[in-house]
């Protein structure tokens, strides 16, 4: 437990935790449709113990991968460059969340939001089934940014346990506030593709300083928060 007394790893869970958030809107938002569709006395009951199975998949997640990742002995050479399945996976992962970044940009800016179809809900087991299956779709993109952010497993597994305790709790606030403000999730995936740049060159044996990617993180979100600040004082004196 010594590591919690070094402000850096303060740091790299502070930034995983608002990344884990903001990238688990869409997710909250899905299963609170999914939950929707049931009588109103399994609502609540369909959405907490659905996102408790999410949270031990995501867990069980985090441990495969990081597993893999250990594995550093060569598996292929590619016109004599060594690459192990952790250079695979971390190559793969960054090319994933790059593209998935870029793609998603561009529907926001286009205001062409994709729509996810959620079928029909008749009991509440087929309702847990369904959350659980989309937490799975959504989990690639959190998982990854986690090893992106941080070496440290134990940090992971508490970035992803209080992000979804802070969405159980505060789901509706925080879509609220990243609806009205789009910005703040035009960030979230910008940093991803800062994350995903970052991974695919490590899988070239080339080691990025995990500060640099704090310090753009929170630099970048005080500006955004100055630049609320700013547009809520012009609209107020207009």
């Not at 790893?9 to 999914?34: A, H, K």
């Not at 490590?202 to 929170?218: Q, R, S, T």
Request: cysteine-free.
């Amino acid at each position: 437990m010594e590591i919690f007394l070094q402000p850096e790893i303060w740091i790299s869970l502070l930034t995983l935790i608002f990344m884990e958030i903001v990238l688990g809107i869409d997710n909250i938002i899905f299963i609170s449709i999914i939950s929707g569709k049931l009588p109103k006395d399994q609502q609540q009951k369909s959405m907490y113990v659905g996102l408790t199975l999410a949270l031990l998949m995501r867990i069980a997640l985090l441990f495969s991968i990081t597993w893999i990742i250990g594995l550093t002995e060569p598996v292929l050479s590619i016109f004599n460059f060594d690459l192990s399945w952790r250079d695979i996976i971390l190559a793969v992962g960054g090319t994933f969340l790059i593209m998935k970044s870029i793609f998603e940009i561009h529907h926001k800016v286009e205001g062409d939001e994709k729509e996810t179809a959620v079928k029909k809900v008749s009991s509440f087991s087929k309702a847990i089934v369904q959350i659980v299956a989309l937490d799975l779709v959504f989990s690639f993109d959190s998982i990854l940014t986690a090893v992106g952010l941080t070496e440290e497993i134990i940090l992971m597994i508490i970035a992803v346990i209080v992000s979804i305790i802070v969405m159980m709790i505060f789901a509706k606030k925080i879509s609220d506030f990243v609806n009205k403000y789009p910005t703040i999730q035009i960030l979230a995936l910008s940093f991803l593709i800062l994350i995903g740049f970052m991974l695919f060159i490590e899988a070239l044996h080339y080691h990025v300083p995990k500060g640099y990617i704090y310090f753009a993180v929170f630099f970048s979100l005080i500006i955004e928060m100055l630049n609320i600040r700013f547009r809520k004082n012009r609209e107020s004196k207009s």
